[in-house]
């Protein structure tokens, strides 16, 4: 089965890393086209309709920066498909966002989120360390 896991940065404010979670959803969406991400509708008794992945999306919690990074890494080596976001896109345009970000050392970055996808048992494992959010 797969499966959606957000790892948040606990020491950014809730409206930052509500912002943060979207974009990194978007851009996990956008980025991986070949992965099935289990979009489906719901019809309601009207006819309205509502869409949503009907694969399970839990969002978790780490202590710091360090914690996403190292979890980042290992979905790179493992070739994971995932989405960050990081201190260099919070200010100003995306064109400057870009410019931040190409002009700082990954180590020097502030890791706001990490969204990954991916199967069940595998994200089980690499995110066990990690608290539901709160």
Known sequence: MTKFVAVLNK????GKIM???AHMTVGLVNSHPEVDMG???YADKDGGMHMASKWPYIILRADNSNKIRALRNVCVEKGIPFASFTSAMTVG???EQVERSKDTPE???EYYGICIVGEKSTLDELTKKFSLWS
């Open 107 to 109: 180590l020097e970055l």
């Open 19 to 21: 912002n943060a979670l």
């Open 11 to 14: 020491k950014i404010e809730t």
């Open 93 to 95: 345009g995306w064109e």
């Open 39 to 41: 979009v489906i509708s």
